[in-house]
Nanobody, 115 residues
Framework: QVQLVESGGDLVQPGGSLRLSCAAS????????MCWYRQAPGKQRELVAG???????NYADSVKGRFAISRDNAKKTVSLHMNRLKPDDAAVYYC?????????WGQGTQVTVSS
């Protein structure tokens, strides 16, 4: 079956960095657009960053210049490098895969930003 497994969430101080990873299985990874979403308590889930099959990336305005998304089709992974983290970045981060009408979510990984 399809699995998207996130890892890397942690407690980090403001200004710190984290690297999230998502390992995919059960899909032809190279044809899927991959995204990272996040959801903070009491807020709607929002798109953080996405990367196309050709490696083109897009970002939410709130993370531009601080976050970077990348993918490794051979390893079937997508990563999110997060720098200069702010308390507002604290959320559960979800991996998302989409190809045509097929889409899948991971279970999420918690990122806490606090001193």
């Amino acid at each position: 079956q399809v699995q998207l497994v996130e890892s890397g969430g942690d407690l980090v101080q403001p200004g710190g960095s984290l690297r999230l990873s998502c390992a995919a299985s059960g899909i032809n990874f190279s044809i899927y657009a991959m995204c990272w979403y996040r959801q903070a308590p009491g807020k709607q889930r929002e798109l953080v960053a996405g990367i196309t099959v050709n490696g083109f990336a897009n970002y939410a305005d709130s993370v531009k210049g601080r976050f970077a998304i990348s993918r490794d089709n051979a390893k079937k992974t997508v990563s999110l490098h997060m720098n200069r983290l702010k308390p507002d970045d604290a959320a559960v981060y979800y991996c998302y895969a989409q190809y045509s009408e097929n889409y899948y979510w991971g279970q999420g990984t918690q990122v806490t930003v606090s001193s």
